[in-house]
Antibody, heavy 118, light 109 residues
Framework: QVQLVQSGAEVKKPGASVKVSCKASGYSFTNYYVNWVRQAPGHGLEWMGWIIAYNGDTNYAEKFQGRVTMTTDTSTSTAYMELRTLKSDDTAVYYC???????????WGQGTLVTVSS | QSALTQPASVSGSPGQSITISCTGPSSDVDTYKYVSWYQQHPGKAPKLLIYDVTNRPSGVSNRFSGSKSGNTASLTISGLQGEDEADYYCCSFTDTTRVFGGGTKLTVL
């Protein structure tokens, strides 16, 4: 079945970087966009950006430009999201999700908790 | 601040119907033709309920339906069940960006 499996929880200090992976299976990875969405504790969903899996073109939300990099490895059907210069308010669950029809998200990865704490 | 406005909470009794609204800042209907809805239970990843305003994926109960009027999209849940208690998010796609509503907490009384 189609699924996205993400890497495990991370604990980082302020100022550090984190790189989360998202391995796809059950579909042709290069035919779709992968988006990243985060959710701070007790808050709603926040869109971070997308990457076109086959050519690596990206579009980042303005809030994250200059601090986020999204990449893909087509040989392993894996997407990556790196966030730099972490702050305490970057503490959140980060989700990868496949975009379909340029209009909806399905399926979602299980989420990766990133905790930023000194 | 989200570009899509949802009520913070709604509630209903088992068997009743409820509607959650999702309002965009623009009166341009085309801006919001790609509206989808997601259900999220505590500690779980979101799940697609409705796509392209009115379409329901296979496996999603027909108790869930979507509609749109002007710049407001709506999710209606009929025949409320206890398992429907969750957070619900709308999402709109434009040519380059995606934006979520602030989310609505549904309580089944």
């Amino acid at each position: 079945q189609v699924q996205l499996v993400q890497s495990g929880a991370e604990v980082k200090k302020p100022g550090a970087s984190v790189k989360v992976s998202c391995k796809a299976s059950g579909y042709s990875f290069t035919n779709y966009y992968v988006n990243w969405v985060r959710q701070a504790p007790g808050h709603g969903l926040e869109w971070m950006g997308w990457i076109i899996a086959y050519n690596g073109d990206t579009n980042y939300a303005e809030k994250f430009q200059g601090r986020v990099t999204m990449t893909t490895d087509t040989s392993t059907s894996t997407a990556y999201m790196e966030l730099r210069t972490l702050k305490s308010d970057d503490t959140a669950v980060y989700y990868c999700v496949r975009e379909r029809g340029n209009s909806w998200f399905d399926p979602w990865g299980q989420g990766t908790l990133v905790t930023v704490s000194s | 601040q989200s570009a899509l406005t949802q009520p913070a909470s709604v509630s209903g009794s088992p068997g009743q119907s409820i509607t959650i609204s999702c309002t965009g800042p623009s009166s341009d209907v085309d801006t919001y033709k790609y509206v989808s809805w997601y259900q999220q239970h505590p500690g779980k990843a979101p799940k697609l309920l409705i796509y392209d305003v009115t379409n329901r994926p296979s496996g999603v109960s027909n108790r869930f339906s979507g509609s749109k009027s002007g710049n407001t999209a709506s999710l209606t849940i009929s025949g409320l069940q206890g398992e429907d208690e969750a957070d619900y998010y709308c999402c709109s796609f434009t040519d380059t960006t995606r934006v979520f509503g602030g989310g609505t907490k549904l309580t089944v009384l």
